[in-house]
């Protein structure tokens, strides 16, 4: 582009200066001659901007970037790594319904009655109960008849607890019998149908077996941390994975790799002075 432009713009000079000096001016026409000058100077002037721009541009697309070093991509570390600097940050977060989105189902962490409770439902009933450790589900399947489930997850807390069921090609199903787990004063600690009053057989997408109700599809994303559904199509399978199970401090601060070989770096942090490391973190 400059090889092109620059002789263009010389042989206008040189016009423009042979303009000027051929003909030998006298002392009358002096003034006939100046003006022009006045004209000439800014467009001259003009031109070697333009010159010396686009000289710097070669020059600079010709040299390399200056190089910053790589950042790496930051990776998730987990809830207990965080608590070795955010106790105080942790001990909140413990206990609390983020913590809770969803456990193993375990002694301590089912909260519905699987004492042989049993729930009448659109001409269905479901009948809860142990299986030694195991929590099971005696209740309608995908062909509309009466099957024993295993319980796998439980999900929530309060105001009512879910309970996810493991289905073929990897699928985790939310049965729609649910856990009111507020106090008996309040009405609770019973079971109920989330769709109080609707006919919902295995047929609709809403029952519990039905695509509304699958988990890995429905409601991982929100429940727990570094959700990846890794559904395959060919196959209609999930492999479904999480970072951590539950909705963890990296599900809402992102993944924590780099920022804490960051705070390893300032040594013993608990002696810093917040809006130091503030000023250093900037
Ligand atoms: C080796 C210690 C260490 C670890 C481990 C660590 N942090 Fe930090 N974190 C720090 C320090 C130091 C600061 C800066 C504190 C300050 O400014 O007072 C900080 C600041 C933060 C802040 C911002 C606080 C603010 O005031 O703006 C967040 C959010 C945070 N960390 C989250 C996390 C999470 C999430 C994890 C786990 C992935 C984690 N940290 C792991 C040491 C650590
Ligand atoms: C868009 C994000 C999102 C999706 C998707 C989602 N949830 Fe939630 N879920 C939440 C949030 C946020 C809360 C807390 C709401 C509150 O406390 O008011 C919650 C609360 C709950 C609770 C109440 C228990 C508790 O401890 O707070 C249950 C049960 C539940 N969800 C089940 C499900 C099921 C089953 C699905 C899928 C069919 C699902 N959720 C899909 C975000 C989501
Ligand atoms: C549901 C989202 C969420 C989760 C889970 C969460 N945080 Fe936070 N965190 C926040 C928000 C939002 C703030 C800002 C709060 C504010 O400014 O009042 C915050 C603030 C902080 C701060 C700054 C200090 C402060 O008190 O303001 C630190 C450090 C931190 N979180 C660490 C953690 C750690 C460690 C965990 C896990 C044990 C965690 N967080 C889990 C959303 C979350």
Not at 206 to 234: E, P, V
Request: hydrophobic share 35%.
């Amino acid at each position: 582009m400059s090889k092109k432009k620059q002789p263009r713009n010389r042989k206008a000079n040189a016009a423009a200066i042979g303009k000027i000096s051929t003909p030998a001016p006298s002392s009358t026409e002096s003034s006939k001659y100046q003006l022009p000058l006045v004209w000439l100077m800014p467009l001259v002037a003009m031109l070697l901007v333009a010159i010396m721009f686009l000289v710097r541009r070669t020059k600079v697309s010709a040299s390399p970037l200056p190089t910053t070093p790589p950042v790496l991509d930051a990776k998730f570390v987990g809830a207990a790594e965080c608590a070795t600097c955010h106790e105080q940050e942790n001990s909140r977060w413990r206990g609390s319904h983020h913590q809770l989105a969803m456990q193993p189902a375990t002694d301590s962490t089912v909260l519905g009655d699987f004492s042989h409770a049993s729930f009448d439902n659109n001409g269905v009933t479901t009948t809860f109960s142990r299986n030694g450790s195991k929590f099971m589900v005696r209740t309608d399947g995908p062909d509309g008849a009466l099957h024993d489930y295993e319980i796998g997850y439980t999900f929530g807390v309060y105001p009512l607890q879910q309970y996810l069921i493991a289905m073929p090609g990897g699928r985790l199903q939310a049965l729609g019998i649910a856990w009111d787990s507020r106090t008996r004063e309040r009405g609770g600690q019973r079971w109920f149908f989330l769709y109080p009053g609707q006919k919902i057989t295995a047929r609709d997408t809403r029952h519990w077996t039905g695509i509304d109700q699958n988990w890995n599809y429905m409601c991982a994303d929100c429940h727990s941390t570094n959700l990846r559904k890794n559904y395959d199509s060919r196959t209609r399978t999930f492999s479904t994975a999480y970072a951590e199970i539950d909705v963890s401090c990296e599900a809402c601060h992102g993944p924590g790799s780099n920022h804490m070989s960051w705070a390893k770096k300032q040594g013993d942090w608990q002696k810093f002075d917040a809006t130091q490391s503030l000023a250093i973190a900037l």
